[in-house]
């Protein structure tokens, strides 16, 4: 008897879950693997997390042909993962005390944020000037696919996933077959890709020409006490554990996206409402968590000064392992939710908006950090380009080869950026979720991208400009 077959495997939902978390546990474990022993895959840089989900895919594809066991790794449950996943992640980002030192001006801040929204823009533009001339012409491709790029590479596998999800169904709609789902995850798995490896080529060209000395690894990983707690702490282990507050701050904040969507969903909001707000709600799950996260932590900032609550219950370290256990599960679970047998026909798009937007980002990334950043141009470099085409530990996992003390403001540009950035990228992400409602709202969305862009590029060359002016 297949084992697949037995009553408490096909029967029961808890079950199937577990499977599923077992089979992402799997990949992840033997990705790190991979990863630690055989020497290509460490010098790659790329994630244990996206070799493991690869590794799935491939298990996925020998099984299925030759075992019949179709059914193991369920593609809904890892997309589900996928999107839980990201919003938890960036609740737990959110809670943490943001104890930086001043080394960013205010003004770089803004400036980095801006050049992280611009490069949005121009992922999103690059990809656009794909798709719409291939559906124009043979109607090969969704005209608006081109704007997952900007959230495979930009945002990750979670919000690839989620607007996927919106651009397919938005497709059906129109009466067009369109995998948007596996289109935008795989743009995401290709932005790990890119991000790693093109890094790492980049990086010993670099060395080879003496403009940058990669350091000693063991030096990086390295943490002083100071990482793991700070004044005023809980104790580890009270009545609860110091873990599970952290958990328990998480999950609940997470509930609260989930409360503030249903209540909203409870208005008649009419159709506008119903076919685009309460989608794109649901798929900002992470900037709710976000928002949530940040009043969270001011609640209980005002409680320590009123003296009402007497220690400090928020721990960085542990909320950090969080999120990052959490971006792996993401990785993981979105590479394995891919489904080649849906995406032949796209083929053609799909290579030319990788190839594309990674030529894209590249270039102006490291034209606006020679601009920016004079005395830190790569360290700056490397961490924009690994944050957007894979995510901010990517970014610090480049940056962490040539700077691993984080010497440079590099690293506090890329954490206090995030700020700035939302506040520029969000009406970009209403322009998203707007464009696949028809073929002229798409060029009107890629009209106001190019404007948008030039914009935002006049204030991050302002002074070149306004010089050359003079």
Sequence with gaps: MNILTMPFFATDAVWNAM?????????????????TKVPFMQRSLIPSALIGGALILVFKAIYSDLLGWEDLIDKSSMEIITYHALGLGFVALALKNNKVESKSSTMKVIETGTLTASTYIIQGIVGLLVTIPMFYFGKQIFYAAGLLLPMG????????????????DRAAEQGMDFPGKDFGLSIAAMGFIIGCVVGVIYLNILKKKGKIKISDIQEKQRNKLSDYESENEIP????VDKLSIQFGLVLFTYLLVY????ALQSFD???????????????FNFLLGTL???MIKGIMKSLQRAKIMKREYINNYLLNRISG????????AGTAAINFSEFKGFALPYILVCTLGAIATFWFILKVCKHLYPNYVYESFFSMFGMLTGTASNGMILL????????????????????????????VLLLVSYAPQGFKATMITLGILIAVFVIFNIFLFRKKLFKKHK
Aim: proline fraction near 6%; avoid cysteine.
């Design 19 to 35: 499977i599923q978390f077992g089979i992402i546990a799997v990949g992840l474990l033997t990705g790190n693997i991979v990863r």
């Design 400 to 427: 962490r080869e040539i700077d691993p003390k984080f010497e440079t403001p590099a690293a506090n540009n890329l954490v206090l950026q995030s700020l700035p950035a939302v506040a520029l990228g969000f009406p």
């Design 259 to 262: 409360l503030f969507n249903h």
């Design 325 to 332: 256990f959490f971006f792996d599960i993401m990785i993981v």
């Design 236 to 239: 580890d282990t009270e009545s």
């Design 269 to 283: 909001l009419g159709e506008f409402g119903e076919k685009t707000l309460m989608p794109l709600m649901w798929g």
């Design 292 to 294: 949530f996260g940040i």
């Design 153 to 168: 590479y930009g945002q990750g596998p979670g919000q690839a996933l989620n607007f996927g999800t919106i651009y397919m």
